[in-house]
């Protein structure tokens, strides 16, 4: 209880040399009319039985076979990603402010930057945000620092943007006066359309958002909206997911331009599908790159690798000055901590996987979902939602209320996908369904089976 | 005791004007405020063009421990931004009043040099502040 | 004396062409789905090209070049680096924890501790309501701003956009208030730690928004006059809100709530001794009164009758908004549910109680060896602030140099240069769960640099010698950025 390891003769030692006759002597500078009485807490449980009431609380919500996506995915985690990232020496470790104490954490940081900087293909990265929602509020607040050209404040969300990002951005960086507009979605194709960007040509915009894959699992032609973004002097956000950059150009090429302005400006995105678990949606973390000359407007920490005083090589936080213990109301953002274990976490990922398994992980993923869909929508009642290009996320249409059929499949051990008639009324009975590499062709199969089933009850019983 | 050249006003932000008679300016900081900060890693001087307000945030200067903003003493427009900085921001540190100068600007009225410090004045300043 | 392995090479020099970590890799699906070329990627990243057991031993190596709690005393102030017990993270990492996607349906078994936790975070600290969301102390801190705002916004009251902090407050409080679109007023503390009362009445307006405090505060003190600050700010029309960096101090002796306090964040990843991972995740949950209420981050866990549900804006529609993209650093808030059931309500008040035994006696220890204590006549509240101005005008040392030589000795440094008010300070907290043996060590080792700054203090000077690395290029690193690897062109 508690972790105390003090016995009695402890006690009185120390408080003789502390010169008070009681512990309690200790809290005499705190009126005693504010002192608390006794707390309304349960009693301390030993770990046996709370173990016993936590595994009873976990295994009562069961293990369905998951078809969700919606910015958590399911992959498989090796087996050396956890049992590394919880050594004490980096879960017990705090932020790595004594250098040469924290070498090791500071240099996982630092090939962790190599790492997502390779992977976006932009030049510099910094060591973490809080989760993706959070990473595009901090990027949209960045890109306001950045674009030294654009005084709006006003930045472009396409309704293809996860609609949770916007909201997250909006609460975030609304207090400081930045313009959110929404950037519609083509009906058919399921992706932002070049033509809904046009009554923005020629206005003062500072940003452009572009989702890859959507939030429909759709690709978006982000070629084609950087290079409108970029003739109009609007910075690119690019938002992405890290499994998928193993086959998809990075946002550091996006464009026709063949200068050094090519590609998106910022990038950042959910980290969580690189060896985190799903875990009821944290702890994730978010990830953001850029370009070199932005470097001094990213948030967050940052290492660098330099010198000793003898010459050798070695890691240490660097460009502090722009962070809040410094810069104090001018930081860059009020943000401390990155999210330094599950960066362990995601390098250890990486570095098990290369790009060959990360390759390979994109590729089953991307032919999983295509099998489903193709499966699912042979069913009677289903029909695939939009024509534009997938990765593993797949929109389909039902005939009838998609809550229900969700809890139908609920009750048959599959967790069907998303339903999105509250966030996209407009689109009607909308499911959103995902399969990664975890799914086979068992589980396929199964669910195949069960939907078709519960259509055809659903149907004999209208 | 700092040095502190005659020929320069000063402000109570620790920059420093350098008149010159077509009603141009040369602004930059001084060795005190130099020192204080430190080795420095990174300069931004505002672009070309740009209108500044007397008690503007113009310029950044930066080392290790510590960021701060450069506020310009003069309104104007900026006329040149220290070129040299960006590659060896460490002339400030080297010679603050001379090759570590941060920008110029063109004052639109006739700039007053009573509102700023004289050389012996920010002297006794900087005496006063240390105390 | 401290003994880290020395370099170890990057993961990427580690590599060859065309090695795999393959059991790792899945098999490959038939079928002809593929992404439309202009689309494709067309140079694969450059990942590392390993095996598993280079892996393996390259991560496990980075780890033995840090101190973390689990090998090392490790008295950072202001931090709260206590023990965090192994089966708090055992118990949040079963598998079905693990398993459940944040929108499938509502786990009863996973939002039923998140409710109590709710509920017990909410009696500890005296407030009306709880919000598990935020994801950090910062975050919390934004939740609390914001949350002020909301509530002045929604009374029509549009001129209160002023925040008040006293000048040694934590710099996330003037970076949170800015992020916030407010502007920050600082005022200073007295000779004795206390906020500067006088100061404090003239600051307040009707411009003021409200006051950020930590209490006790960040110099290692509790606020005599707290209930005095808390009338003249919310005289004034402000509202008060508590930084729970120091929540530990203070654990079931006396509540934010009852202290006068309008809106509260906890560090989870100190008071309730959550891991920090080298860094995060945090987990900042904030805790109002019932003025602030409906303006809560969601999701909460709410309960109808036997079950427990997601609250959304539906049910608070004056809320602040989402903060994370589902609910926050759900599985940390885990391992704070497990910590505090272990200890019960018996063993939350002891946290307190020898959090303070433990700093007060390592204060006494360290001015009978000739230390200066910034606050003398004051108790030490879980920590307290060194002084070496004395011995930097006498020997030369440094705080930082003092710092350094701890790690030779086989101690983490305690915090340095923070609060910025005290010379060449240093802020220890020992935390409860240090035995009095490990403060007694950490005592002769404070006795011995002592010797060495009156006899050789070239050695301070020039410490670490034990570590992997001797003291760090700060400024060659802020100049020749060199922040990523890249492949030989």
Known sequence: MAFIPHTADDIDRMLECIGAKTIDDLFDEIPVALRAGELKLPPAMGEMELGRLLTERATGDGRPVNFIGAGAYEHHIPAPVWAITTRGEFYSAYTPYQAEASQGTLQLIYEYQSMMCALTGMEVSNASLYDGASALAEACLMAVRANRGSISRRILLPRS????????????AGNQGIVFESVDFDRSAGRTLLESLQPYTGQDVTALVIQQPNFFGSLEEADELTDWAHQNKILVIAVVNPISLAVLKAPGQWGTRTDSGHGADIVCGEGQPLGVPLASGGPYFGFMTTRMQYVRQMPGRIVGRTVDTEGRPGF??????????????????????????????????MSLMGAAGLQQVAAASLQRTADLVARLSAIAGVKVAFTAARFHEAVLLLDRPVALVLSALARRGILGGLDLSDRYPELGHALLVCATETKLDVDIDAYAAALAEVMQTARAAA | MSDIPNDLRYTKSHEWVRAAPNGAVEIGISQHAQSALGDLVFVEVPEVGRNLQAGEASAVVESVKAASDVYSPVSGKVIAGNPALAAQPELVNQDPYGSGWLFRVQTSAPFDEASLMSAADYAQFLADEAK | MADLPAREPLIFELGKPGRQAGTQFPPRAAGSAEIPAHLRRAVPPAL??????????????????????????????????????????????????LGLHPLGPEPQGFMACMYELQEMLQEITGMQAVSLTPMAGAQGEFAGVAMIRAYHRARNDLGRTEIIVPQAAHGTNPATAAMCGCSVKEIPCDANGDVDIEALRAAVGPATAGIMLTNPSTLGVFEHKIAEVASIVHEAGGLLYYDGANLNAILGKVRPGDMGFDVIHMNLHKTFSTPHGGGGPGSG??????RLRPFLPIPIVGRDGGRYRWLTERDLPQSIG???????????????????????????????????????????????????????????????????????????????DVAKRLLDYGFHAPTTYFPLLVPECLLIEPTETEAKEDLDRFCEAMIAIRREMEHESEKLAAAPHTMPVRRLDDVRAAKQLDLAWKPAA
């Not at chain 3, 390259?58 to 102030?77: A, C, E, V």
């Open chain 1, 161 to 172: 943007l996860n609609p949770t990002y916007a909201q997250v951005a909006l609460a975030i």
């Open chain 1, 316 to 349: 240490s936080l660097t460009l502090q000055a722009r962070e809040q213990h410094i810069r104090r109301s001018k930081a860059t953002s009020n943000i401390c901590t990155n999210q330094g274990l599950l960066v362990t976490a995601a390098t250890i990922y």
């Open chain 3, 48 to 97: 590392p090209e390993v095996s598993e057991l280079q892996v393996v031993r390259h991560f496990t190596r980075l780890s033995q070049m840090n101190f973390s709690i689990d090998t090392h005393f490790y008295p950072l102030g202001s931090c709260t680096m206590k023990y965090n017990p192994k089966a708090c993270n055992s118990f949040a990492m079963l598998p079905e924890f």
């Open chain 3, 285 to 290: 949950a904030v805790g109002v009164g019932a």
């Open chain 3, 322 to 400: 989402r903060l994370s993209g589902f609910m926050g650093n759900a599985g940390v808030n885990l391992r704070a549910y497990v910590y505090m059931r272990l200890l019960g309500r018996e063993g939350m008040v002891r946290v307190a109680e020898f959090a303070a035994l433990n700093a007060n006696y390592l204060m006494k220890r360290l001015q009978a060896a000739g230390y200066e204590a910034a606050y003398p006549t004051r108790r030490a509240s879980h920590e307290f602030i060194i002084t070496l101005k004395r011995e930097n005008r006498l020997y030369g040392v440094t705080a930082m």
